[in-house]
């Protein structure tokens, strides 16, 4: 049974910061690409960052150079940066664990709150 931990949300103010982890466990394997997702109420869930574990990255159009992905292979652990953080940040961000190429297993979720 793989599992996610998601942790590192919160409260922030605009331009603020904040860094997410993900803790991976279970029957997992090292080289799955892992992401983060995020859903804001009455929104569709959208692609945020993901990662493969040669380091290559794909990242949502809106957080381009004010979030940063990276990953701990060792500890199967992947992070998310976020800088510059904006009110339209607000939302449920989820970590996802591939098979293949698609979205499989899911975290909880951790809350992220910008206020203006």
Do not use: H
């Not at 922030?12 to 995020?38: D, E, H, P």
């Not at 804001?40 to 692609?47: I, V």
């Amino acid at each position: 049974q793989v599992q996610l931990m998601e942790s590192g949300g919160g409260l922030v103010q605009a331009g603020g910061s904040l860094r997410l982890s993900c803790a991976a466990s279970g029957r997992i394997w090292s080289f799955n690409t892992m992401a983060w997702y995020r859903q804001a109420p009455g929104k569709q869930r959208e692609l945020v960052a993901s990662m493969t574990s040669y380091g290559i990255t794909v990242y949502g159009d809106s957080v381009k150079g004010r979030f940063t992905i990276s990953r701990d292979n060792a500890k199967d652990t992947v992070y998310l940066q976020m800088n510059s953080l904006k009110p339209e940040d607000t939302a449920g961000y989820f970590c996802t664990l591939y098979q293949g190429t698609a979205p499989w297993y899911w975290g909880q979720g951790t809350q992220v709150t910008v206020s203006s």
